[in-house]
């Protein structure tokens, strides 16, 4: 004989006694009515800020707060990404979930992290950066130079962008090269200073190039000129009195002659 009964919430917590009877004999139980499974769930574990291109880890906490055995599917969404892990718990029972997401440039800025299960959810925000990416600039070149001096030029870098960036800036020009590696955090500015003993001979102009990786570029021309003759100094008759007169005490005496180069 089979029969059944719909337990109800005023059940929970209490036993439901249950009998059977023949004209001969009485059986009866107690059935226990347990809570139903119910999943909350918490971001408990992510970094403020990522940079695009890098992996952000999330780590989800799911607790089943009721007291019964279930599953849950757990969900968690950035920008239209997902990620999804199924679990299994006993009443009160909890576990951590992780999950990593590697945002793109086209997800740069604040997003919501969105976790959750059948019953919850939960968000938080991260903030999303540009990976970093030098600009360059001339601060000081040289618009001429001799063919017997080493050019030498200071270029500044800034990384415009938000992320920790290494790149090589170096010289381009026919007859001039210098390059450098350099580190700046996102936001800061550093001067590099490029040089380069081997001049083209002169006569010539030079069209001298910075650049970066990143494609970012300045540039500037240099005459290269014919260094000048070295000093030669010719000093003319001296011009001083035809005479003097022995004096009583110390005097100063005159001479006069022209320098020239």
Known sequence: ?????????????????????????????????????????????????????????????VRNTGEATSTTDVDVFLNGIEANET????????TIESFDFQPTEDDVGE???????????????????????????????????????????????????????????????????????VTLDGGEVQRVELSDANVPSNGTTVTVQAESASDSTDERDVDIVEAPDPPTFALSAPEAPATVL???ESTNVTVNTTVTN
């Open 246 to 248: 022995e004096p009583e």
């Open 87 to 94: 679990a299994t718990l006993d009443g009160g029972e909890s």
């Open 111 to 181: 997003l919501d992290v969105v976790a959750v299960t059948d019953d919850e959810i939960d968000t938080e925000t991260v903030a999303v950066g540009e990976p970093g990416e030098f600009d360059v600039s001339f601060a000081s070149v040289p618009s001429e130079i001799t063919d017997e001096e080493s050019f030498n030029a200071t270029v500044r870098v800034e990384n415009v962008g938000d992320g920790e960036a290494t790149e090589t800036i170096a010289l381009s020009a026919a007859g001039l090269d210098d390059s450098k590696a």
């Open 1 to 61: 004989v089979e029969t059944s009964y719909s337990a109800q919430s005023g059940d929970i917590g209490s036993g439901v006694s249950v009998s059977a009877n023949t004209d001969d004999d009485t059986a009866s139980d107690t059935i226990d009515v347990l809570e139903p499974a119910a999943f909350d769930v918490e971001i408990v574990a992510i970094d403020d800020s990522v940079i695009a291109g890098e992996t952000l880890d999330v780590d989800v906490r």
